[in-house]
């Protein structure tokens, strides 16, 4: 079963940017385009903002960027708001067809 | 809109089964596969399985023996089973719409959770 690892957490300001990353192996992430990112504010259920890793669902804002390098896939929120605090998580498509997710990365808005 | 909304005991009992339906409106349940995910209190996401509309299934190695997930489409539902649960299966369950494109598979509805105790 592929494992992908995530920070623990990040933080920044409001206006800055923050990347959260995703990493896994050449097997999966680094081969194929099957990584998604979902947000989860506290008490909620967990909302996509990215799949294929870089495609953003309609009604996602453009400060949510997916992109990915090596076995590295990362999130990027530019021009960080409040409501941005949340639980995100990266998740995976794998090779036998089955889904696992990462650790999950809390982000503080400072 | 599509809306999904998970239904069942919110207290199971050591070693007894978990049963919990998700009900689908706004759409049809058919042509579509239909995912299962769980978060422990305090916890990371974890993914149980998705079924296909007609029936066809892929569990997570982890729970694979103890899972059981079936499709309704008379009544736009499908459901999850787990079997010899445990305190460690305490989590909020949700499910989802996998949409699966060519290229991979993502979450794209969810319904809002529920939490399943298991205690006696």
């Known amino acids: 079963q592929s494992a992908l690892t995530q920070p623990p957490s990040v933080s920044g300001s409001p206006g800055q940017s923050v990347t959260i990353s995703c990493t896994g192996t050449?097997?999966?992430?680094?081969?194929?385009?099957?990584v998604s990112w979902y947000q989860q504010p506290p008490g909620t259920a967990p909302k996509l903002m990215v799949y294929e890793v870089s495609n953003r669902p309609s009604g996602v804002p453009d400060r949510f960027s997916g992109s990915k390098s090596g076995n590295t896939a990362s999130l990027t929120i530019s021009g960080l708001q409040a409501e941005d605090e949340a639980d995100y998580y990266c998740s995976l498509y794998t090779s036998s067809s089955t889904v696992v997710f990462g650790g999950g990365t809390k982000l503080t808005v400072l | 809109q599509l809306q999904l909304q998970e239904s069942g005991p919110g207290l199971v009992k050591p070693s007894e089964t978990l049963s919990l339906t998700c009900t689908v409106s706004?759409?049809?349940?058919?042509?579509?596969?239909w995912s299962w995910i769980r978060q422990a209190p305090g916890k990371g996401l974890e993914w149980i399985g998705y079924?296909?509309?007609?029936?066809?299934?892929n569990y997570s190695p982890s729970l694979k023996s103890r899972v059981t997930m079936s499709v309704d489409t008379s009544k736009n539902q499908f459901s999850l089973n787990l079997s010899s649960v445990t305190a460690a299966d305490t989590a909020v369950y949700y499910c989802?719409?996998?949409?699966?494109?060519?290229?991979?598979?993502?979450?794209?509805?969810w319904g809002q959770g529920a939490l399943v105790t298991v205690s006696s």
């Open positions: 079924i296909y509309y007609s029936g066809s299934t």
């Open positions: 989802a719409r996998l949409h699966c494109s060519s290229a991979s598979c993502y979450d794209t509805y």
């Open positions: 706004g759409g049809s349940i058919s042509g579509y596969f």
């Open positions: 050449s097997s999966d992430v680094g081969t194929y385009n099957r």
